[in-house]
């Protein structure tokens, strides 16, 4: 900086600036206050379905998120403007003093060409000589360089804020020029540290990146910085080489135990970078796509994804970045395996390979295992991915069916979720203990959590979570399907249960629908699509239905009901579920055009028996665990239904469908976990309180006592739930509405478990 710039600088426009970014805060304030309570919140109140409800519903949330953003950025761009502002007048009154204490000691300072001179008077020196002149001079020197350093980084700052995204706003906060300014002195530090060689890092060398990793992570402007100066082929090297024993040994010797957390915080790091929009990170992007079928170097038998893959298990990705590398590693897989036909031979980890996955669970060769991680935090790449195209009938594959049933097979067409699913070959793997890694399949079960409900695997929906749109419910369809067609995919790898049990939960209003078997094609006749209008009253859908046949349904729940964790989760919701929906459809006040009946024992007979079939159809496939080789205890279902109530504890509700309007009635004296006061709360109190006392006993019930008692338990759960929606609604006729929801719960019940041995013979048990 000029020496006369900062001595003489005026500052009010500066202050004018700051004043007026001020102002705009207040102004986005009040928008934002009107985007979220106005229009997102009549968004989410309005009673839309179809397409509307999708995309209507989440174009209005991304808009309103858009004002919050907008809020964020301006106060972050206000807070450095006026932090640079206050720093620059601190130096121009540290130049100012220091010239006036020169003048004091007979020292006359000259603004020259953008510098400056300090002499000594000619009437009369000053008492050091030559030594005050030196000193005033340096100390003026400093002063401008750290106003210098005050307005580059300010303009960098800037900049990089601003560059983070193309279009719209960055929720990136920084409250001064100190804090963005240090984000880029770090990432510079930091990937001077990750481009040494890998035999030339010290212990030192790792905790440094490990630690600033850790802290900056999160940070947008570090992540893109630090990613693109290290640059797509610097960051495979740098994980490579540090997992090389004969190369990084210095490190490894006295760090590797701790290469785990470096893993974690390098992928946080890198997905908060792949959010950014600058030039630099595209191109970081889409280079580090066309490496994935790359060897890292010509003597390398190490691809590109195998190392990436790895360093994508944490964090949220780019969606676009996450399609154009699942398409990429797909292909790749596709010429490894011949189309399928084998298993990948080049993600096969062999003795002499690298660990480049570090939490135990797996060798990190297969790069699938690590990207499907990656979906399972990113719901809309996981969807795209799953929905897209393996191999198609025109290829070159040994995958055929007999679709039209005529005897001859033809060549199938595969989706991703086809081939992963029910085809793929999957490597051989193992984990730290030396056991088979079930890492692989897990992580897949997780992905399609997150590409059929669309918010994160191992979250809960929330009032934001859009209803399932037209993709989600396609990949429904065909997981049911699929399970239906060979309950092995699922059995023989029971891990996966947890993860199909909470997708089953979320699809509760379209899994009732299927078992009243209404015809909901557009051929049915008129008397069917009569049935089934009023069929979509009783379980209304927001956003697409996934419809599914009555039989796939139950051999699904069976398979389901099998594993205690899958069982809990579609157990308890369908109860939250079955609550809601008597509390729902017996107020008075609902408009007429949402009604399925003024007929109240046939409304709530109906309800009860939707629900008791969903149960008893869970509980025969929880008999056959009990009773079969694995011999599941009855006491771990029972804890499995109990740990539920964490769950849902201060989370959102069932409501009556993803997405569709529900306003719960209080019910006094009603609570779950000390939160919920509804109708639902005063059922899932009972289902816990009485799952936490089953789970304390020695031994389960015999199978048929246990066939009872789950009979007794439904009846007594849909009572409660029929009684209190009437209680709430001040209806005269509790006790009939009581005793037609324990007629409906009974029957449906049995119905469920006589219809269980008819789809599933081999599932017959004696009941």
Known sequence: MDFEALHSANFKLLDDTVSDWTSMLTKLQS?????????QGKALKADWAGDNAVIGREFIGKTAGEFGDALTQATSIRDIMLDTRDELKTQQRLLKDAVERGRGKNLTVTAS????????????????????????????????????????????SLKALVDLVDHGFSDAVYKDRDSAANAVK???????????????????????????????????????????????????????????????????????????????????????????????????????????????????????????????????????????????????????SDNGRHMPIGWQHMGMDPLLNRTGTDSGSDPMTGFLKALANSPD???????????????????????????????????????????RDWPQDRDSKGEDSIEGRNNLAQALEAATTGHPAGE???????????????????????????????????YMSDSVGQIASEYLPDINRATTDTNPSADATPTEKE???????????????????????????????QNPEGYAAVEVRQKE???????????????ADQRYSDNKQLLVGEIAHASGEVSGTLNVGRQEAVAGPAEESDKKYEQSVAQWKNGISGGIGMGIGVGTSFIASPVVGAAVGGVATTVSGSVLEAVFTDAEGHAKEDAGAKMGEHWENGLDNNIKYTQAAAAEAAKAHHLADADDIAEWARTGARDGYQHGGDFSGRVAPELQTDI
């Open 31 to 39: 928008l934002k206050k009107d985007a979220h309570d106005g229009l």
């Open 186 to 336: 770090e990432a510079d530090r930091l990937a001077a540290l990750a481009k040494k060689k890998p035999e030339d890092l010290t212990p030192a060398d790792f905790d440094a990146l490990n630690a600033g990793l850790g802290k900056y992570s999160g940070d947008p402007i570090f992540s893109e910085h630090f990613a693109t100066t290290l640059g797509p082929k610097g960051t495979l090297d740098f994980w490579a080489g540090l997992n090389d024993p004969h190369l990084a040994y210095k490190v490894g010797r006295e760090r590797v135990e701790q290469y785990d957390d470096l893993q974690k915080n390098l992928s946080l790091t890198l997905a908060t970078a792949t959010q950014a929009d600058t030039p630099d990170m595209s191109r970081w992007k889409y280079d580090m796509v066309n490496m994935a079928d790359q060897p890292l170097s010509k003597n390398s038998t190490t691809f590109g994804a195998q190392v990436m893959s790895n360093l994508m298990r944490w964090g949220n990705f780019d969606d676009q970045f996450l399609k154009d590398y699942g398409t990429k590693l797909i292909d790749t897989e596709k010429k490894m």
């Open 381 to 423: 790449a996981a969807t795209d991915f799953f929905n897209a195209d393996f191999v198609t009938k025109d290829e070159d594959h040994d995958f055929e069916e007999d679709a039209d049933g005529n005897g001859k097979n033809e060549k199938r067409e595969l989706s991703n979720f086809d081939y992963l699913f029910e085809e």
């Open 460 to 494: 809960l929906p929330t009032a934001n979570t859009p209803p399932h749109n037209a993709d989600q419910a396609k990949l429904m369809e065909s997981l049911v399907k699929s399970i239906s067609d060979d309950n092995k995919r699922l059995t023989e790898h029971s």
């Open 577 to 591: 579920y079955m609550a809601n929906l008597m509390d729902y459809h017996l107020n008075p006040d609902l408009p």
């Open 531 to 561: 049935a089934r209008e009023r069929i979509e009253k009783l379980f209304p859908v927001a956003g697409t239905e996934a419809v599914m046949d009555h039989r796939e349904v139950s051999r699904f729940l069976l398979t389901v009901g």
């Open 113 to 156: 060409g953008g510098g400056f001179t300090v002499r000594e008077n000619p009437d009369k020196k000053a008492p050091n000589g030559q030594s005050d002149v030196d000193g005033l001079r340096d100390e003026l020197q400093g002063i401008l360089n750290t106003a210098t350093e005050i307005d580059s980084s300010a303009a960098t």
